[in-house]
């Protein structure tokens, strides 16, 4: 398998606490990797770091065989690395399918253009209601987001995400607060994700961790303790002992 | 919808017939007045562009006017005439001194995104005092008025009419900008900074050149400006008329097409009724503008839309 994204030795400090402390992994196309830790372990500054919002200390990141350590947040979306956010980040001024609407013209790169309604266009409306389908909005696609529930919110956020067109999706517990029906729900879109698209998943529901990943890191305090397949994972003494508790 | 269109019609039907109207009760000094509201009404509606849509809190658009109006004073004054010559350079002055201003200052956010345009716009401020040629404190009277074949701005009646036709084409201008592509990635990056980064918006280019179409929108206005009051004074660019187009913008809602225009109506004649009454006219002006923003929330405009 090739690696779409290599990590080597992140490292990111804030003041005395070592948030990420020489982070390593690869994540080969097609994968679905996830990310698990307690809280705290640093899961975030590491989406962060990946998705260019946080510039790391030392260490370098390579995506799709190019050295993007450096590179703006919009640089590595427009590259084809596209993240959600843990905590619901949408334009909740807009409809749901002007959001995604924006996500594909943000991915167009053609934002210069004055004078033609972008809401007409159906070059931007089309695959943003394709979008929509797919996470199953369709019939709330002219609502104004801040009016969606939160389990629509996080179903907006993928659909974001997916319509940048990305080759690497980050994922931020894109279950967070959902009920058991919602995170069902979630758990058979992103199952149908998978394989198109490499994600890498950071999430605390071990269920949906377990079914989707390919392959698990196990981060603590910063350190990755474990990366492995999930039986593998499931079967780590030091991992049942920094996490998951015995009887897991 | 229909409450806009009506909105509209109104407010044309009105603004076409209000001159023959006045004269024929020998009101002249009512066309100047509506003139002189619908120029200011241009200078809202271009900030409108960058506050409204596109959340930067410009505290030092009166620039913008100035440049406008003193590029058209400045050429009068070396003897050019030509109209086109006037509002091409007001135009083009404004809008680069916008992108030297906005190049700095986009940078900044929230507090100090404020005081760096306040503080830009007191620099051109005491630029104008200090050009003694130019009448410095005084100000200048403008040698010649803008001169167009066919229109002459020196009739009051026919340089109503030409800013009233200015002020509806730049607001249907910026309605266009702000539901275009570039408008809807300039309202993102207002609405979510971070997630309109993270899909791959850049917000500085964008930001950078609304404020630039902003600014020579104001340009226009200026120029506008100079050929009604064939007058010109630093005070144009103090920061008492940078907040005035800042409260007719709030006060007739900021992101709508007709809230800079409502604005700018509502705060000018508000003004005049209140001088007629007293020479304090301020103290009763201040309560009405504070009570007016705490309970017309989305502004005057958001009368028209609120069932939408």
């Not at chain 1, 067109?165 to 995170?183: C, K, N, T, V, Y």
């Not at chain 2, 040629?133 to 200048?140: L, R, V």
């Not at chain 2, 226009?220 to 008492?240: K, V």
Request: with cysteine; glycine share 10%.
């Amino acid at each position: 398998m090739n690696n779409l994204l290599s990590v080597e030795n992140l490292s990111k400090s804030f003041g005395a606490l070592r948030a990420s402390d020489g982070i390593g992994f690869d994540v080969g196309e097609g994968e679905t990797h996830a990310v698990i830790g307690p809280n705290g372990a640093g899961k975030t500054t590491l989406i962060s770091q990946l998705a260019g919002n946080l510039r790391p200390d030392a260490g370098s990141i390579r995506f799709a065989g190019e050295d993007i350590t450096r590179l703006s947040a919009p640089r590595r979306s427009r590259k084809g690395l596209a993240r959600s956010f843990q905590i619901t980040s949408v334009f909740p001024e807009f409809t749901a399918l002007d959001n995604v609407a924006l996500a594909v013209q943000a991915q167009a790169g053609h934002s210069f253009r004055f004078w033609r309604p972008a809401q007409q266009d159906s070059r931007l409306t089309d695959p943003a209601s394709r979008v929509l389908s797919e996470v199953g909005l369709t019939e709330r696609q002219h609502i104004l987001a801040a009016n969606l529930s939160h389990g629509e919110h996080r179903q907006l956020e993928v659909a974001m995400a997916l319509a940048t067109r990305p080759r690497l999706l980050l994922l931020d517990e894109p279950m967070a607060g959902m009920g058991i029906e919602e995170s069902q729900r979630m758990i058979a879109l992103l199952g149908a994700l998978k394989r198109r698209l490499t994600i890498i998943l950071v999430e605390h529901d071990m269920d949906a961790v377990f079914r989707l990943a390919d392959r698990i890191s196990v981060l603590v305090y910063g350190r990755i303790i474990a990366t492995d397949t999930p039986e593998k994972i499931r079967a780590n003494e030091e991992v049942r002992r920094a996490y998951l508790g015995e009887d897991a | 919808m229909k409450k806009k269109i009506a909105f509209w019609a109104v407010l044309v039907a009105a603004l076409i017939l209000l001159p023959p109207l006045v004269l024929a009760v020998k009101q002249p000094y009512y066309v100047d007045l509506v003139r002189r509201i619908m120029i200011l009404a241009i200078a809202a509606i271009s900030l409108d562009l960058i506050l409204g849509y596109g959340g930067l809190v410009s505290f030092g658009h009166a620039a913008y006017l100035g440049v406008g109006a003193y590029a058209v004073g400045i050429l009068a004054f070396y003897g050019v005439a030509s109209g086109w010559a006037h509002f091409a350079v007001a135009i083009g002055a404004s809008a680069l001194v916008a992108l030297a201003i906005g190049a700095v200052s986009i940078r900044t956010s929230g507090i100090y995104f404020i005081m760096i345009t306040l503080a830009f716009t007191q620099m051109l401020y005491y630029l104008g005092i200090s050009l003694a040629e130019f009448g410095g404190d005084d100000g200048m009277r403008i040698k010649t008025r803008s001169r167009f074949p066919l229109v002459d701005l020196g009739d009051p009646v026919t340089a109503y009419y030409v800013a009233f036709v200015l002020m509806l084409l730049s607001a249907f201008i910026v309605s266009r900008i702000v539901n275009s592509r570039f408008g809807m990635a300039l309202r993102a990056c207002k609405s979510n900074d971070a997630r309109a980064r993270a899909l791959g918006f850049s917000p500085y280019p964008v930001r950078l050149i609304a404020f630039v179409i902003a600014g020579g929108l104001c340009g226009l206005s200026g120029a506008l400006y100079a050929n009604h009051t064939n007058y010109i004074t630093p005070s144009l660019m103090s920061w008492l008329q940078s907040g005035e187009l800042m409260f007719m913008v709030i006060l007739g809602g900021m992101g709508t097409t007709a809230g800079p225009v409502l604005g700018a109506f509502a705060l000018l004649l508000a003004e005049e009724v209140l001088k007629g009454f007293t020479e304090y006219w301020q103290v009763i002006l201040g309560p009405l503008l504070v009570l007016s923003v705490i309970f017309f929330r989305h502004g005057l405009a958001g009368i028209f839309s609120r069932h939408e």
